[in-house]
């Protein structure tokens, strides 16, 4: 069974970088042949889509998000990490990282979630 977990510091201070790291594990799974994403959902708001990574590096962002952010993939070691700078406490979510095959508008596989609040 496949399994993706995100990994990173639970409280942020504003204007710092989030980093946020998501392992991909178990199962059997071609990483190649899905799209990798980091999702998030602020307190009493629905899901936002941040953005995605491709196993060859090409990266997709929401452009309200673009400025701010970066996704990278440590092939070694089968993960993929979020950067999210200059953060503020709009920023205060839960962030999922989760995957859906290329092509495929369904999600396969989600993390569990993890919370990061930003605040001084």
């Known amino acids: 069974q496949v399994q993706l977990q995100e990994s990173g510091p639970g409280l942020v201070k504003p204007s710092q970088t989030l980093s946020l790291t998501c392992t991909v594990s178990g199962g059997s799974i071609t990483i190649s042949t899905y799209y990798w994403i980091w999702i998030r959902q602020p307190p009493e708001k629905g899901l936002e889509w941040m953005g995605g990574?491709?196993?060859?590096?090409?990266?997709h962002f929401s452009p309200s998000l673009k400025s701010r952010t970066s996704i990278s993939w440590d092939t070694s070691k089968t993960q993929f990490t979020l950067h999210l700078n200059s953060v503020t406490p709009e920023d205060t979510a839960v962030y999922y990282c989760a995957a859906r095959r290329r092509g495929s508008l369904q999600y396969d596989y989600w993390g569990q979630g993890t919370q990061v609040t930003v605040s001084p």
């Open positions: 990574i491709e196993y060859s590096g090409e990266t």
